[in-house]
């Protein structure tokens, strides 16, 4: 079985555009869950979405937003990029039953904002 | 408002050596608890959770932890430590949905990085 899937794995860009980033989940999840790790930061939960619906939600700015689709694939938009944004972006798909379910990481996204 | 606190930045060990990581929550109820491995270039990988039950909890790799609920800790163990056990190492704690059960949405403690000395 394929692991989670993220796409591109390195990005460059530079401060005041968007990105955005892919997430392929493990074929039969249906939970797709975003977090942003940073040295200073460590990792911290971005949100969830499950049935195209967002599920849960951490504590970040607006521009930070996430969609998905049908087929359970998820992607997550960063606008007006700031140097504090450069991160690696892990994804991580569950089985979505319900409450929790053992969640499966991507390797990231390594986005470095210029 | 939850949180996890893992005291130590950095441990190194003797390849062979026991292993003790530790992790402090917390929170008023029983928490949902977890402890993660990344690799370079990798992803978490989950080691073991704890929800309820037997306190000592075993996970994949040789590990286990222990649930204290008087010391509010979750500290991760390995009597005999591998080269291979070089990672980073995430203390977790899922925050708890409407009905009181666990969600997907984890806070972490800020990592433990172990190295191994051969």
């Known amino acids: 079985k394929a692991g989670v899937t993220q796409t591109p794995r390195y990005l460059i860009k530079t401060r005041g555009q968007q990105v955005t980033l892919s997430c392929s989940p493990i074929?039969?999840?249906?939970?797709v869950s975003w977090y942003q790790q940073t040295p200073g930061q460590g990792l911290q939960f971005l949100f969830e979405?499950?049935?195209?619906?967002?599920?849960n939600k951490g504590n970040f700015p607006g521009r930070f937003s996430g969609r998905q689709f049908s087929n359970s694939r998820s992607e997550m938009n960063v606008s007006t990029l700031e140097l504090g944004d450069s991160a690696l972006y892990l994804c991580?798909?569950?089985?979505?039953?319900?409450?929790?379910?053992?969640?499966?990481f991507g390797p990231g996204t390594r986005l470095t904002v210029l | 408002a939850q949180s996890v606190t893992q005291p130590d930045i950095h441990i190194t060990v003797s390849e062979g050596a026991s292993l003790e990581l530790r992790c402090n929550y917390s929170?008023?109820?029983?928490?949902?608890l977890f402890w993660y491995v990344q690799s370079p270039g990798q992803g978490l990988q989950l080691l073991l959770k704890?929800?309820?039950?037997?306190?000592l909890v075993q996970g994949i790799k040789g590990f286990e932890a222990e649930f204290k609920r008087s010391q509010s800790s979750f500290n991760l163990r390995k009597p005999s430590v591998h080269w291979s056990d070089a990672a980073e190492y995430f203390c977790?704690?899922?925050?708890?949905?409407?009905?009181?059960?666990?969600?997907?949405?984890?806070?972490f403690g800020t990592g433990t990085l172990l190295a191994v000395q051969p």
């Open positions: 929170y008023g109820a029983t928490p949902y």
């Open positions: 704890y929800f309820s039950g037997d306190t």
């Open positions: 979405y499950f049935s195209e619906t967002q599920r």
């Open positions: 991580a798909s569950s089985l979505g039953t319900g409450g929790w379910d053992e969640q499966f």
């Open positions: 977790a704690v899922a925050t708890v949905g409407y009905y009181g059960g666990a969600t997907n949405k984890l806070i």
């Open positions: 074929s039969g999840h249906r939970s």
